[in-house]
């Protein structure tokens, strides 16, 4: 065998042996590299959610999901909607004006909203996450003021929404509830997570 035939027999091995190697290189770094992009189900998540409010009547709450958070969409009736300025004095911030949770330009007006009958907030305490309970009823109950207008109650600690989402004074809630952007394509649509803006 001659020096010739040893080098020619290495040198065709060593590029059987490259050509296998880069073969499952690519082989391991497609599916690596397709991990950063996201899934469908991550598309998804933070999409936006186009809702139907035609059959919800004044009074009534419907909640949808949106980036993994309760999006409550209240009906509000004339009388919740004449309450409202009410509970001012008794507000923390009642001009939405804390920018922790910003409120978009068309919510920062007394209903925090832009149609006044719909509310359109994110369902969770600005404390510790909770989700609060409803507490339309107006009057006296347990845990809530004897002129209590109607809003939210956050169980866990005592914190006290009124109909707008605004937190009172004195309560463990730093924040007003969150307004997520939102528009309407309809009066019977509603689109949560866009906005004209957007």
């Known amino acids: 065998m001659s020096d010739q035939q040893v080098d020619h027999g290495k040198r065709t091995w060593l590029i059987a042996t490259g050509c296998a190697g880069a073969v499952g290189g690519v082989a391991t770094a497609v599916p690596f590299v397709s991990t950063f ?11 936006a959610v186009e809702v139907d409010v035609s059959g919800l009547k004044p009074g009534e709450k419907m909640t949808v999901e949106w980036r993994g958070k309760p999006v409550w969409i209240v009906r509000r009736t004339k009388e919740q909607l004449d309450a409202l300025t009410k509970n001012d004095p008794q507000l923390a911030d009642p001009n939405s004006d804390r920018k922790a949770y910003p409120t978009p330009d068309y919510a ?51 914190s006290t929404f009124d109909m707008a989402g605004r937190v009172f004074k004195n309560k463990p809630a730093p924040d007003n509830l969150e307004v997520p952007p939102h528009m309407y394509l309809s ?3 509603l689109v949560i997570g866009e906005d004209k803006k957007a």
Do not use: M
């Open 37 to 47: 992009t996201p899934s469908e189900r991550a598309k998804a998540a933070g999409a």
């Open 108 to 158: 920062k007006n007394g209903y925090r909203s832009i149609k006044p009958e719909y509310l359109v907030v994110v369902g969770i305490c600005s404390h510790l996450g909770c989700s609060p309970s409803d507490k339309f009823q107006t009057g006296a109950q347990p845990s809530l003021p004897d002129d209590w207008n109607g809003g939210f109650l956050c169980p866990c600690h005592g």
């Open 187 to 189: 009066d019977a649509k």
